[in-house]
């Protein structure tokens, strides 16, 4: 099926391929292609990436499939917006499958290997910024527990976007997560 682990300095370039992919079929069907390749070229080259894996305040979970990356997530420790409420908090910066793992449960298991590793961080809540049209990462976080707790501008290239925030417990996370792995061996 597949795995998760931590990324490691030598996937950098391989994350780069994959994250721009998976980055224009979400968001290029909706944007510049100019300000879709001035953001990609300044995030998702294998020298920014392999800084970001090599940042202490970084960790970024690769779900692999097969020796290839078919998906990830990026969590940091930075300072959550007034808005977020509750204790320590730790940002899922990025959270990406592709396309083809859309509905497999692959980004549940992302998601709960995330949430266990911001709780073992110290977190108490895991914080997100998502497009306001990107409904369906939209509804999959409030699928998940999240919810919408802010807003903020987030710059695509040279376009101003907004973005909401959303918030969620780690204890109601792990708690979701339970109930969803429950029913589906219920139905086994």
């Not at 099926?1 to 990324?7: K, Q, S, V, Y």
């Not at 940002?91 to 590793?117: C, D, I, P, Q, S």
């Not at 709780?119 to 999240?146: D, P, Q, S, T």
Request: with cysteine; hydrophobic share 40%.
């Amino acid at each position: 099926m597949w795995e998760i682990r931590a990324a490691r300095g030598e996937d950098a370039s391989e994350l780069g391929a994959v994250a721009r992919e998976i980055f224009y079929d979400t968001f290029g069907p909706s944007n510049s292609v100019s300000d879709m390749e001035i953001y990609c070229s300044e995030e998702f080259t294998p020298e920014v990436l392999a800084g970001v894996i090599a940042d202490p305040d970084t960790r970024i979970l690769l779900a692999m499939h097969e020796g290839r990356i078919v998906g990830y997530a990026q969590i940091r420790h930075s300072e959550a917006p007034a808005c977020v409420p509750g204790g320590p908090a730790i940002e899922m910066k990025r959270f990406y499958v592709l396309k083809a793992w859309h509905g497999t449960g692959l980004a549940g298991e992302l998601l709960n290997a995330v949430n266990a590793k911001a709780r073992a961080e110290g977190a108490e809540w895991l914080w997100l910024n998502v497009w306001e049209h990107n409904l369906r990462a939209i509804r999959f976080y409030e699928k998940c527990g999240f919810d919408t707790v802010g807003e903020c501008p987030y710059v695509l290239g040279t376009d101003i976007q907004r973005d909401f925030i959303m918030a969620a417990p780690i204890d109601d996370l792990d708690r979701i997560f339970n109930e969803k792995i429950a029913r589906t061996r219920q139905r086994s």
